[in-house]
Each structure stands twice: as C-alpha cells, then as structure tokens.
C-alpha cells in the first residue's frame, strides 16, 4: 500500500513477536514505521507457542502475511490426528499409579474442544525467522537499545534516544518491548511497584524432544496430541510443535524468592525436574527422562501483583508483555498482544487520519486519542488474563492431587478451567473492532 501524506511515522521499540506483528500490520496499512530492537539479531528460544482459532483469525486481519509466516514456520494442529481435524485440550491425572494392572494408564480429565485447528502450535524460533520476512526493507534497526523517551506538550514529534547516544523522532512511540519494558519504567517512575515485573513462584523446564522417542516413552496417543498432566505443586504439558518435534514444559511451583536482580533463568538439570516430579506417574516421568541433562531454569514472572493502572500516557503507549506480561499457563500471552495490534490497527491510520483532515488536528493528537482508546478497550481483559493464568496454576498444581480423599474435591475444578479458557478462545475480534471505531468516534466527536 502506497502512504498516504497524513498517515503517521510510528515508532515500534521492540522486536518480539508482538512488535513484529505490530509493524507487519501498521506498513501493510501505509502507515511510515521504524522498529527498534536492542538486540544484534532477533533471537526466539527453540519452544513451542500455540495460538488459537481466535488468534490466528486477529492475524489474518492484521495482515496475511502473519498466517502465512505461522504456517511456513511448520505450525501444525494441536492434535495430529488424521481421523480429526479438531483441536482438543486435554488434562489428565499426572500423579502416581492410577491402574495396579497398567503402570501407563492416566485418567483423563477434560477434554475441551477448540474445534477445527482450533490451536496451532509451532516452533517460536522458526515462525519469527519467517515474520521477519514479512516487514518490508528498511522497517528494522536492529541494536538500538531505547534509553529515553521527551513527549513534550507543544513539540511536534516524539524523540526517542538509544544508549548509543543517537535519537531520532516519531509521531508516536508503541512500545512493545517487554516483561522488563523500558518504556514502562519511563512512564510509570522508578519508584512504582508496577515498573517492574513481580515474581509467580513458579520455574518452568522446557524440552524439545524427537517424536518418536516421545512414543515409546508414553505411547503413540498421547504423542500426538496436546496433553497437560497436572498434580500437586507442578504441571506438565506437551504437544507437537510440527510433524516431527514434540515441545514439553514443566512448570514447578517455588516458595523462594527470585531477586529481579538476578538472571531470569539459571542453570537447572534433569535431575532437579525428576525431584520435583517424584512419586508422579510413569509416562511423565518417561517424558523427562528424555529431556536434556543440563536445562535452563525459568523463573516466571509476571505483572499480577502490581497491575500497569494504565497503557498509555501522551503519544506513548504499551502494549504486549510491556502492557500486561502474564504466566504463561493459558498459553495467551502473545494472543493477547496480537489483539492488543488488531485494536491499535483497527484506529491507525484510518480513523486518525480522518480526524487530521476533518479538524485539521495534529498526527499526535489524533494518535494521543487513539491510545487513550486502546486503554479503555484493551486493559479489563488483558488484565483479566493476568490474574486468570495464576488462578488456573493454582488449580492445575493443588496439593490436593496428592491427597485420596481429596481428589473429588481437586476434580471439581474443571469447570472453572472450562469457562476461562472458553473466554479466551471465543473472544468477539469484530466486535471489538466495533467498539474501538465507536469509541475513538464518541472521543473526537464525530
Ligand atoms: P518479547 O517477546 O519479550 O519481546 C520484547 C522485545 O523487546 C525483545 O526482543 C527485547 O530484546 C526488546 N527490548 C526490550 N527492551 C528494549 C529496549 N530498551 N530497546 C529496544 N528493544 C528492547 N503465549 C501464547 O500466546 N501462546 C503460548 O502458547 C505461550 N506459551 C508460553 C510458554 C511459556 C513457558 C512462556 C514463558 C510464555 C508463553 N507465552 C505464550 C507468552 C509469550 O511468550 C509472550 O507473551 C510473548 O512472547 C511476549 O511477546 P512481546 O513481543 O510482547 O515481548
């Protein structure tokens, strides 16, 4: 698409998943955009990510081009089924020996139907290595660490400043860099909670293992197919992430402290996951045998404790991790910075243009409404997810799993899981596309 001369020149900082997806939307739509990312190569670690029917639809109208990287990238179904094309979620008892005859058998749970490829799972390094084929020449400055940001009242542009001492200016900044955001800290001050991530107590070992060693570890179904073992004070879920890799994570509940000081992860081994997992049942602890002996140990943090009051602030907003970083146990959190773009693409350039022209106002302002807009539409749910993700944590790892008298009680808690996945999943994008030309229409008064 050609520019058009009032679309604006925005700033991305950030080169993850979501500011990626972020600057396919915004050239697509002619829009003048520079993405900034510290790093000296964009970098995502060998894991899976699976994304939703949902998801994947915000994709296909933020740009194509997303969709088609996903799907280069390998992404496959959730469940490699050929007799099926649904996707389906599946829990099962993860803890002890459930059948004195067969050391293998795990009592299904749940089983929830996202329909047909309802989730995509794919390997996250090799979709970004196939998005970033999709952002036109000249969009990426790679090792541009953003330091600053001077949004002055009655200044014309943005600037932004890098610590290699260079700067340059923007209508506006959209900052998608992050748990550990940068921009967050510029808006929020130093001194607030909420700058700064807050640690879940709760480490994450991650495996990507041959499927056909995973089959002989815990059988051909299982292979397959998605599957979240859960038991008392640790989680594990596995599904493929193409046709020949399967990617396992272990989630492991953890009273101590983690500094925000310290790295993010830290040497861990197999060993440490055996321990946790001791006394579990037979084919999870299969699976982990076959994960390599030295592993990294993931702290997961979030932004639960002290929740971002708001995304935007003059022509600077949040969004992704930087605006809501969430624990990763509903599998949303890049689904949920991709609605975060569709909402923002939704207003940037077609309605902020039309109010440039119409009222003869400024990019800026018109991009200031925009933002104030996507505050108001994006934060009740995305926050929503945050608390939601440590909510159904707590229920995937009760004790209780271990107690025999209580395992009805540790049961009953699948309806609640139901529901909340069910609002991720069957989430309106249209009719938040609606509210947003609504809302950004009643701000300027057209
Ligand atoms: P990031 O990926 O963190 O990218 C931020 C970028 O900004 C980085 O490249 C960084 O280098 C750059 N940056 C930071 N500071 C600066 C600066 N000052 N200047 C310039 N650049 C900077 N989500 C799902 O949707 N589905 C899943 O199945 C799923 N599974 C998960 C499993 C696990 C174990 C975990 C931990 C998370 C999972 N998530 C999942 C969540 C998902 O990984 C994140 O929500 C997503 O990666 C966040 O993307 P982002 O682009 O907002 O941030």
């Known amino acids: ?197 807050q640690y879940s107590h709760k480490v994450a070992y991650r495996a990507l293992i041959p499927m056909d060693k995973v089959a002989a570890a815990i059988g051909e179904y299982k292979t397959h197919k998605q599957h979240m073992h859960v038991g008392p004070n640790a989680h594990l879920i596995h599904y493929p992430v193409n046709t020949n890799t399967i990617g396992a994570t272990v989630v492991v509940s953890d009273p101590n402290d983690w500094p925000l000081d310290k790295p993010t992860t830290t040497p861990g081994s197999r060993k440490d996951v055996l321990e946790a997992l001791e006394n579990w049942s037979l084919p999870v602890r299969n699976l982990v045998d076959l994960f390599p002996e030295q592993l990294d140990r993931w702290a997961l943090f979030d932004l639960a404790e002290y929740p971002v009051p708001k995304y935007n602030k003059g022509r600077v907003c949040l969004v992704g991790d930087a605006a809501h970083a969430s624990s990763p146990h509903h599998g949303a959190g890049a689904s949920f910075g991709v609605e975060d773009v569709l909402c923002l693409c939704t207003m940037i350039p077609e309605q902020t243009g039309q109010f440039v022209r119409e009222r003869e106002v400024s990019k800026g302002d018109a991009l200031r409404v925009a933002f104030e807009t996507y505050n108001k539409i994006r934060r009740t749910r995305t926050q929503w997810l945050v608390n939601s993700s440590r909510r159904v944590c707590d229920l995937f790892q009760q004790p209780d799993w271990a107690d025999p008298a209580k395992r009805v009680k540790a049961e009953s808690c699948f309806e609640e899981v139901k529901d909340r996945s069910f609002q991720i999943w069957h989430f309106d994008s249209s009719k938040m596309e609606e509210d947003t030309i609504r809302d950004y229409r009643e701000s300027v008064g057209r």
């Open 1 to 197: 698409m050609t520019r058009l001369p009032d679309t604006p020149e925005i700033a991305i900082v950030g080169g993850g998943i979501v500011g990626l997806v972020l600057a396919a939307g915004l050239t697509r739509r002619g829009v003048q955009v520079k993405l900034f990312e510290q790093a000296r190569n964009f970098r995502e670690i060998g894991a899976g990510i699976g994304f939703t029917r949902n998801t994947v639809n915000c994709m296909e109208k933020i740009s194509p081009g997303i969709v088609r990287a996903l799907r280069s990238g390998g992404s496959v179904n959730v469940s490699l089924d050929e007799t099926d094309p649904k996707s389906y979620l599946r829990y099962i008892n993860g803890y002890g020996l459930q059948s004195e005859d067969d050391p293998m058998y795990q009592k299904p749970l749940l089983r929830l139907d996202a329909g047909v490829k309802g989730w995509e799972t794919v390997r996250r390094d090799q979709f970004l290595d196939d998005l970033v084929k999709e952002i036109p020449e000249g969009v990426i400055h790679l090792q541009k660490k953003l330091s600053m940001i001077v949004d002055e009242e009655g200044q014309d542009k943005v600037v932004l400043q890098f610590t290699d001492g260079t700067s340059v200016e923007a209508d506006a900044v959209i900052a998608a860099d992050g748990i550990k955001s940068t921009t967050r800290k510029l808006l929020l001050g130093e001194d607030n909670p909420a700058s700064y991530p």
